[in-house]
């Protein structure tokens, strides 16, 4: 005999679905409604007198007929899976279940909802399919996070290419600047290693028509772009009065004299300039604001330092700042060592800086050898995989016997 206050299991499973806190409606094997629970009666805003017993479901999430997912489950019509949702599983195993997403226009609310799709089938004992359940969450949110970092990243992508584009004919121009003709008939060697896509070091050298060999490295306050148009000025004034066989403490003036004129606040042009006279075997240096230049003998001894006495240039207008130049002979062969302050202060990943001692070292190890092959190995070496705050530039002038 059947106990009246004993519920019974069909009767426990709708009351079960009723008062689920997932929206869900189940469709029998006709596709009518059988169940719309309470929480999908506050998502849609249809109330479940409407859709009982009906195949109107469908006015609950969109403005015209269409199939909903539990609909493509009890038919197996996964043709129009494609047409339907914007994101979807694999219908190939449907006996458990399917997995879709779309926007719903959600007419009784007025509002358009994203929503999150599960449905999957019942079969009886002889397996054959009696019901859908079709489960509903509501991803609005989420989804709206989503498109707006999308549309972010498509932004910053423009813009990422946008500056890699003018970053490239800025460089184009840079370079463009820098006379490498000058460069090689003066016979000089160099190397500059930027921080960044752009350097604010710069390495000149071009010969005055007497033969005079002239050779700049300047290095400009911070780096990358700002940096390297910072000595952008200098280019061509250096090439223009070397052309004129100007004096170097008169190439000094006028540089300077540029640059403050040109250069904001704040900004200015470490810089060291060379002229030698190979025949004479004699030299001038003027050195302000970067490393000592040194001069460095054929067994790699440091035969002599030219401090930097001087203010960067573009730092003052007053005569007194520009200082003066060294004058130098040599009677057996050596080199002129030229460095930005982004050698010395190179950082270890143990922040252990380069320094001198093991400049003088690395140098004393290359005597008849490559001086900017040796020191780029032994940077490499100290650095340790770690990346260089600064600008790395290094200028090689022979002081040779023979002109």
């Known amino acids: 005999m059947t106990n009246p206050n004993e519920i019974q ?9 009723e008062h689920l ?11 009518r409604v059988i169940v719309w629970n309470r ?44 047409k339907l949702y914007t994101t979807h599983d694999d219908p190939s195993t449907p006996a458990h279940g399917v997995h879709a997403e779309n926007w719903c226009s959600m007419p009784a609310r007025g509002k358009q909802r994203y929503l999150v799709v599960d449905a999957g089938p019942v079969f009886d004992g002889a397996g054959q399919l009696i019901a859908v359940v079709e489960t509903l969450r509501d991803n609005t949110d989420n989804q709206l996070v989503q498109l707006r970092v999308k549309e972010q990243a498509s932004i910053l992508q423009i813009h990422y290419e946008q500056n890699q584009r003018e970053a490239e004919m800025a460089r184009r ?43 700049m490295l300047a290095d400009a306050t911070g780096h990358g772009l700002a940096a390297a148009v910072s000595v952008l000025p200098v280019v061509q004034e250096f090439y223009r009065l070397v052309e004129q066989g100007q004096s170097l403490i008169g190439i000094v003036e006028s540089i300077n004299f540029v640059l403050v004129n ?3 606040v704040g900004r200015f042009v470490a ?31 440091c035969l002599r330092r030219f401090d930097s006495l001087c203010l960067p ?35 270890s990943a143990a922040g252990e800086a380069f320094g001198d001692q093991r400049l003088l070292a690395a140098l004393t190890q290359a005597p008849g050898t490559d001086v900017i092959a040796t020191l780029r190995t032994v940077l490499t070496a100290h650095l340790q995989g770690a990346a260089a705050h600064d600008d790395m530039s290094v200028l090689v002038i022979d002081c040779p016997m023979r002109p």
């Open 173 to 215: 121009i840079l370079e463009h600047q820098i006379r490498s003709d000058l460069m090689l008939q003066s016979g000089v060697k160099y190397s500059v290693t930027p921080a960044t896509h752009f350097s604010g070091d710069m390495v000149l050298a071009a010969r005055a028509p007497d033969g005079r060999l002239y050779a």
């Open 313 to 347: 240039l573009g730092v003052s207008r007053e005569a007194d700042a520009i200082g003066s130049v060294e004058r130098f002979t040599w009677d057996s062969p050596a080199r002129l060592i030229l460095l930005s302050d982004g050698v010395v202060e190179a950082t």
């Open 39 to 82: 929480a999908s009666e506050r998502l849609t805003g249809i109330p479940a007198g409407d859709v009982i017993g009906t195949r109107e479901h469908w006015r609950a999430f969109y403005d015209a007929p269409r199939p909903c997912l539990a609909d493509l489950v009890a038919t197996s019509d996964w043709c129009a899976i494609e």
């Open 271 to 301: 810089a060291a300039l060379v002229c030698l006279d190979e025949e004479r075997r004699e030299g001038k240096v003027w050195v302000g604001g970067i490393p000592d230049v040194m001069l460095i003998g054929a067994d790699g001894q």
């Open 21 to 31: 806190v997932v929206p869900t409606f189940v469709l029998d094997a006709d596709q």
């Open 9 to 17: 299991p069909t009767a426990f499973a709708v009351t079960l679905m």
């Open 262 to 264: 040109s250069l904001p």
